[in-house]
């Protein structure tokens, strides 16, 4: 299957500070990615859309101004924490896809934990 | 609305057991369905999948039959592993439009030596 990269798989950061996570497509051209927060008790939750070279559509519930996104490529898209705080800690995933593909891929996750 | 329903778990079995996790779904048209796995602390790794009707997917022994007339997508095991503890998702997504991917609440397996 396709190869989808996440960066950094963990981090800390201190409370108020921001934190970028990546997500690459490695061997193919992602016309969408998406990214999910995943909870203790295994839920996914679908944050939000991203399309290369357009806004991310986020899901309902999900603050804008404190989870950034940009798709600058069809190969990589970022998420950036905003100052945050440590009910941000979390279990955060992104997948990519092909609009021609039935399927998704998933990057290996970031372990983020605000202190 | 759309959605996907799988049995909660936990779920514990003996090595070389059989293994079922039910999956049912509500989706309007012709879906494609998904079988994810989720190792401990890792990303989600596609299983297997099913595009039609009656298509049957398979991968490292399991598999899953896309059975139009009961809705569901049933993934089995004739005998597990250790290594097959894990968490399982299913998922659909819809014919045409969106990208997104539909997920039930995934189950958890833990299979003892």
């Known amino acids: 299957g396709a190869v989808v990269s996440q960066h950094p798989s963990r981090v800390i950061c201190k409370s108020g500070t921001s934190v970028k996570i990546e997500c690459r497509s490695l061997d193919f051209q992602a016309t969408t990615m998406f990214w999910y927060r995943q909870f203790p008790k295994k839920s996914l939750m679908l944050m939000a859309t991203?399309?290369?070279?357009?806004?991310?559509?986020?899901e309902q519930g999900v603050e804008k101004d404190k989870f950034l996104i940009n798709h600058a490529s069809l190969t990589l898209s970022t998420l950036t924490v905003t100052s945050a705080h440590p009910e941000d800690s979390s279990f955060y995933i992104c997948?990519?896809?092909?609009?021609?593909?039935?399927?998704?891929?998933f990057g290996q996750g970031t372990r983020l934990t605000v202190v | 609305g759309n959605s996907v329903t799988q049995m909660e778990g936990p779920v514990t079995l003996s090595e070389e057991a059989f293994l079922t996790i039910n999956c049912t779904y509500t989706?309007?048209?012709?879906?494609?369905l998904f079988w994810y796995v989720q190792y401990p602390g890792e990303g989600l790794q596609l299983l297997l999948k099913?595009?039609?009707?009656?298509d049957k997917g398979s991968n490292k022994g399991f598999e899953a039959t896309y059975r139009k007339e009961t809705t569901s997508f049933h993934l089995e095991k004739g005998s597990v592993q250790v290594s097959d503890s894990a968490v399982y998702f299913c998922a659909l997504r819809l014919e045409g439009g969106s990208e997104k991917l539909v997920f039930g609440k995934g189950t958890k397996l833990t299979v003892n030596p």
């Open positions: 991203s399309n290369e070279g357009s806004k991310a559509t986020y």
């Open positions: 989706a309007t048209g012709y879906p494609s």
């Open positions: 997948s990519a896809t092909r609009r021609v593909w039935p399927e998704a891929f």
């Open positions: 099913a595009t039609k009707a009656d």
